[in-house]
C-alpha cells in the first residue's frame, strides 16, 4: 500500500473513533475527497518545486512563515500569534460575535 493511501486510511481509522462532547462522530470521507486530498499529495510528491503558498497566494499574517505540508499550504505562526493564517494575537480580546 503507498504510503499516502495508508496515512489517509489511519486517519479515517482515527476519526471513526471520534467523540465530541460526548457525541460520536460518524462521519466517514466519503471517496471524492479521500481522491482530492490523496491527488493533491501525489502533486506535491512528484514535483519537488511543488508550492501550495505560492500557488494558493497564501500569505501568513503577523511575521507567520508559510509552508506546503502534503500538498497544502500551513501558516507557522510567530510567537503570540494563532490562527488558519496567523490572524489572532493571544493577548487581545477577539471581536465580539456577529460584529
Known amino acids: 500500500m503507498e504510503p499516502a493511501r495508508l496515512a489517509l486510511l ?3 481509522v482515527c476519526v471513526a473513533g471520534l467523540v465530541v462532547n460526548g457525541a460520536p462522530q460518524n462521519r466517514l470521507l466519503d471517496n471524492e475527497t479521500q481522491n482530492k486530498a ?3 499529495r501525489s502533486d506535491a510528491d512528484n514535483n ?6 505560492k500557488i494558493g497566494n497564501v500569505k501568513c499574517l503577523n511575521g507567520g512563515t508559510c509552508y506546503t505540508i ?3 499550504p500551513d501558516c507557522r505562526c510567530a510567537y503570540g500569534y494563532f490562527g488558519s493564517r496567523c490572524q489572532f494575537n493571544r493577548n487581545q480580546r477577539p471581536p465580539p460575535r456577529g460584529k
Open 70 to 72: 502534503y500538498g497544502s
Open 48 to 53: 519537488p518545486g511543488y508550492d501550495a503558498c
Open 10 to 12: 489511519l486517519l479515517v
Open 38 to 40: 490523496l491527488s493533491k
